[in-house]
């Protein structure tokens, strides 16, 4: 199974973006997904996360500004990001929790969202 993420880019501060991330391969079940930043010289930190269900948790830093979603029959992850701040500047990773074939995380490989002032 493999995570593909897009829709980072450039925006200027109080812009929006929506982040992508598409799951692809064979059969498998995909249970907690979430998205995570990393920032230059520091650690990746969790921004936003979902169960197959839809119950969502957030990072302070981002409630109210911040929407994550899912769409379970295309297993699509999204973040909409409105409001966006210069601190929102880093590289944005999908994570997923798999439960079928086998218990795996898996990672995609990134997409950088750079807020200018």
């Known amino acids: 199974v493999q995570l593909q993420a897009s829709g980072g880019g450039l925006v200027q501060a109080g812009g929006s973006l929506r982040l992508s991330c598409a799951a692809s391969?064979?059969?498998?079940?995909?249970?907690?997904m979430a998205w995570y930043w990393q920032a230059p010289g520091k650690q990746r930190e969790l921004v936003a996360s979902?169960?197959?269900?839809?119950?969502?948790n957030y990072a302070d830093s981002v409630k109210g500004r911040f929407t994550i979603s899912r769409d379970n029959a295309k297993n699509t992850l999204y973040l909409e990001m409105h409001t966006l701040k210069p601190e929102d500047t880093a590289v944005y990773y999908c994570?997923?929790?798999?439960?079928?074939?086998?218990?795996?995380?898996?990672w995609g490989q990134g997409t950088q969202v750079t807020v200018s002032s």
């Open positions: 391969g064979s059969i498998f079940v995909i249970n907690r």
């Open positions: 994570n997923a929790l798999l439960s079928y074939p086998v218990v795996s995380d898996i």
């Open positions: 979902i169960t197959r269900g839809g119950s969502t």
